[in-house]
Every structure is written in C-alpha cells, then in structure tokens.
C-alpha cells in the first residue's frame, strides 16, 4: 500500500477487496454510543422486570443487616463474618445483572460492525507508538468528529439530567417523609423514568453516530491510484507471469497439435500463410475433422512435419483460407465444405492406392469449387445484403 506520506493523494473509493481485507485485520465502524444504548436499555429492561422483587429483597437485606444484639456487639470481631454472609447474597445478585448487561454490550458492538476475531490489532507496531503517528491520529478528522460528538453527548446528557432533576427536585425531597418501603419503590421509579429518558437521548446519538463511523471507516480505506494498481497486481498477478503462462499454455497446445498431424489424412496449404490438416475416420464415419492449423511460421512447420510423415501436401489457397477460417481444431468441417473437401480427399486416396500399386500419380491434383462466400478474401465473403 502507499506510504503514510501520500495520504492526500488517497481519494479514490475502497474496493470490496480493500474493505474485506481491513475486516479481517479488525478495522470495521464501530459505534460506542450503541453500546452504551445497549447497556442502557438492558438495564432499564431489568429493573421494569425484577425491580420490585429487587426492592423487596433489597428490604429484606437492609433489615437483615440492621438486626443486631448484645452479643454481636460485645463481639466486633464477628462484623466480618456478618459482612461475608451479607455480601453473598449481594453478589449472587448482581452477578447475573453484570452478565446480562455485558452480554448487551457484546451484542452491540457485533450489531455495529459484525462478528470479528482477529490477533491483528494486538500486533506491536511502530505506528502505534511512534509520537508523529499518535499526534497525527490525535489531529485528525476522525479524531475530531469523535471527540466533538462526545463533548456533545456529554453536554446533551448533562443537560437532560439537570432538567429532569430539577423538574422532579420536590419528589425526590419528599422520598425524605415517606417510610422506606415506599421511599425505595418511588425511587425505583423516578430512576427508571429518567433513565427511560436518557436512553432516548443515546437512541438518537446512536441513529447518528453508527453511520458517521461508517463513513469515517471507508474515509480511512480510501485508496490512491497507486494502491488501485498494486491491488490489481495482487489480484490479476504480474503481467509478464502472467504472458509467459499464456505462452507456455499455447506451446504446450501447439506441440499436442502437432503431434496429430502425422495422423492427417492431408495438409491443405495457402501456400505458406495458412495450412489446415484433415484427417476421415472411415471407422466412426461422419465428415472430415481437422487435427492441425497453423498461420505462417507455424502453418511451415505443420508442413514440414507432413512431408515428414509422408503425408499429401495440397496447395489449394481457397479451400485452405476457408477451412482456417470456419473451422476449430478437433472439429469437423462446414457441411458447405464437405464437397469441396471431398474432391481433395478422393485425389489423395488413388494417389494412395497408386502408389501402393506401383502405379503413376493420377494426375494434377483437383481445384476444389469452394464456396465464394466461405473464402474470407473473396469479395462476396463480406458483402452485405441491402437492408428492405
């Protein structure tokens, strides 16, 4: 990726690719303040559910630990197994409280930015203690979003506590007069309400904050056009591996091509641009399939390998050019072909049998009548028919 430097330089949208990678390095938007509304509304879900069981427990405890007598006074030494068998209770309590609100948490944090687990973040970097890097962060637009977002939620939530407190100061002076059954159920009230309140408040920071880290995220991903290329890189591989594959594939190809043209029944040549080689099976029957073709420096070698292989050379351009230009190696040819090729397959099969038999050749090879339209330089091959 490009150095530090060329930051400005990086105003190019994140791939997909460059997004998941950062996913699987542990960089994805997280909001806190979901979090916190996740705690929050957890919370007040508990005491609307357990509260007055709560409360009446809470009662029990109190009177519990108020009870005492002449011997437990005469005793201070017994105040810490009066405080242990106390704190039991408590604990047992307030542990399924905490793991149910920590599990709130949890389920926040995966709802703003999915389930990840990576070792990445805990990695030692220089960056991460470098003084430029960290005055760098602290300055930057990210930062500075964040902070200002929480100087805001603060302010905001401040605020709405203050009023709430000051709206409802006469209520909570007059839980002083009222007897503590009572006093603590009022109490539980007026804090739920104004927690009910303050969660409203984290609802809306929330609505606001999940896609703006969002948006600072795929600030942060942005890429250059340096970066663009070296993910190409990544992703396409090198250019030139990549070319010498290709060149290999063909030669590789090539050379199984060539080895079938031994087995062609006849080479038809355009005299060097092009050569096709054909081959009938009389067994399997159906047309003529092409084993072999080749353009230039390779049409010479398919030739020189059939003078080899002692197999019949045609010099028949027309017939040649059509045949490299309307058939496909392994294929058989165009049904308007097969008159064309049979003429020239007939000629090769007495030269054949005369040269089996002692015989002389049996003449001039034949002019195959091919197609005007078949013949891609023949001027009917691309003419068109006028439009009605």
Known sequence: MASPDSAQDRNLPATPRRIEKAREEGQVARSRDLGHLAVLATGIGLLAAFGPRITGWLQELLAHGLRFDAATVAAPASMGDRLEALATPMFMVLLPIGVVTGLAA????????????????????????????????????EQLSNTLKACLLALVLGAVGGGLLWLQWAQHAQL???????????????????????CGVLALFALVDVPLQRQLLLRRLRMSVQDMKQEFKEVEGNAEIKQRRRSLMREAANRRMLGKVATADLVVMNPTHYAVALKYDEVRGGAPRVVAKGADLLALRIRDLARDARVPVLQAPPLARAL????????????????????????????????????????????????????PLNPAATRQEPEL
């Open 176 to 198: 002083l007069a009222l007897p503590l059954p009572e006093a603590l159920a009022t109490s539980g009230t007026l804090l739920r309400n104004g927690l009910l309140l303050l």
């Open 324 to 375: 490299y230009a309307h058939c496909e190696l392994d294929q058989e040819i165009p049904a308007r072909l097969f008159a064309a090729v049979a003429q020239v397959l007939a000629w090769v099969y007495q030269l054949r049998d005369a040269v089996a038999a002692g015989r002389a050749a049996p003449g001039e090879p034949p002019v195959p009548d091919v197609p005007p339209d078949m013949d």
């Open 106 to 141: 949890l389920a926040g944090t995966v709802l703003s930015g999915g389930w990840i687990f990576s070792w990445k973040p805990l990695e030692p970097t220089f960056e991460k203690i470098s003084p430029l890097a960290g005055i760098k962060r602290l300055f930057s637009l």
